[in-house]
């Protein structure tokens, strides 16, 4: 099994910019699979972006595309999203998750094992 801990959430301007953080207990088989997902009141948990076990394929959701950026730490036991240019339908809570599969649909929740408890992202206009 695998802890996960997000940090780096907080309060910006619409246009600035933020770094998340998601620090795994370990490089494991749980986590061949790293994504981030984000939730805004009312609405459906929603996937942001996605890397593989070396961090050579990544994923976006469209909305953050050329906007956002996911990678893996030199030890790889962590997960960073850059987030320039935010906007303010960009607020939610941020969560990390990881799952032991390299052949899975990295948009869907249900595909991850282990989830963070999340860090709140406020954009103001």
């Known amino acids: 099994q695998v802890q996960l801990v997000e940090s780096g959430g907080g309060l910006v301007q619409a246009g600035g910019s933020l770094r998340l953080s998601c620090a795994a207990s370990?490089?494991?088989?749980?986590?061949?699979?790293m994504g981030w997902f984000r939730q805004a009141p009312g609405k459906e948990r929603e996937f942001v972006a996605g890397?593989?076990?070396?961090?050579?394929?990544?994923y976006y959701t469209d909305s953050v595309k050329g906007r956002f950026t996911i990678s893996r730490g030199n030890a790889k036991n962590t997960v960073y999203l850059q987030m320039n240019t935010l906007k303010p339908e960009d607020t939610a809570v941020y969560y990390c998750?990881?799952?032991?599969?390299?052949?899975?649909?990295?948009?869907?929740?249900?595909?991850?094992?282990?989830w963070g408890q999340g860090t709140q992202v406020t954009v103001s206009s």
């Open positions: 890397i593989s076990w070396s961090g050579s394929r990544t």
């Open positions: 998750a990881a799952s032991s599969s390299i052949s899975l649909i990295p948009n869907i929740p249900n595909e991850y094992d282990y």
């Open positions: 370990e490089r494991t088989f749980y986590t061949r699979t």
